[in-house]
């Protein structure tokens, strides 16, 4: 079991760059999450899919962010235009239907600096 | 609103002292509990996790926590903190949304 894999690990863009953020779920889990971890704001959910369907976008902070599933092995997070607030570590998680409130398995994260 | 608290930004202990970490919560019912734990530059690993009946309940690395529903409170404790244990702790809670809200984090350091 490879776990959730996050790509890429560091990312570095300038401020109105489009940036994507990249996340392959563990086989079989079908929750899929994105936060984003700041020094000033803790760990925020941004949003969760079921099944491939967004279910609670409420997190995302502005029409900037938009994420996709397009399937059950892969899910983006896209920032566009990125400005330099949105430097932060974004996580991705996933977890199985059944044993969602068993916890959630995160990936490594990916560190973005908006330049 | 439903939230999650922990008081402590830094705490530092010595080598082989005990450790407990505090956290609070804020539900209209009690939701599930968890602790992760984070080293720098990596994700998140889940310790330990709390859903009902045995208040005192056993994770890994030796760690344990207590769920006392009259204090509103969930604390993970070491008996004997080892240096590797030093990292950022995260106490989280979800309600039946699925959605896992975070505490701010306690960052432990550990004296030789």
């Known amino acids: 079991d490879a776990g959730v894999i996050q790509s890429p690990r560091h990312e570095v863009t300038e401020m109105g760059q489009e940036v994507t953020l990249r996340c392959k779920p563990i086989?079989?889990?079908?929750?899929l999450f994105w936060y984003r971890q700041t020094m000033m704001r803790g760990l925020e959910l941004l949003i969760y899919f079921n099944n491939n369907v967004p279910i609670d976008d409420s997190g995302m902070p502005e029409d900037r962010f938009s994420a996709k599933m397009p399937n059950a092995s892969f899910s983006t997070l896209k920032i566009q235009p990125s400005e330099p607030r949105d430097s932060a570590v974004y996580f991705c998680?996933?977890?199985?239907?059944?044993?969602?409130?068993?916890?959630?398995?995160f990936g490594s994260g990916t560190r973005l600096t908006v330049v | 609103a439903q939230s999650v608290t922990q008081p402590d930004i830094h705490i530092t202990v010595s080598e082989g002292a005990s450790l407990e970490l505090r956290c609070n919560y804020s539900y209209g019912a009690t939701p599930y509990l968890f602790w992760y734990v984070q080293s720098p530059g990596q994700g998140l690993q889940l310790l330990l996790k709390y859903f009902s009946g045995d208040t005192l309940v056993q994770g890994i690395k030796g760690f344990e926590a207590e769920f006392k529903r009259s204090q509103s409170s969930f604390n993970l404790r070491k008996p004997s903190v080892h240096w590797s244990d030093a990292a950022e702790y995260f106490c989280a809670a979800m309600d039946s949304s699925y959605k896992l809200i975070f505490g701010s984090g306690t960052r432990l350091l550990v004296r030789p």
């Open positions: 086989s079989g889990h079908d929750y």
């Open positions: 998680a996933s977890s199985p239907e059944g044993a969602v409130n068993y916890g959630y398995t």
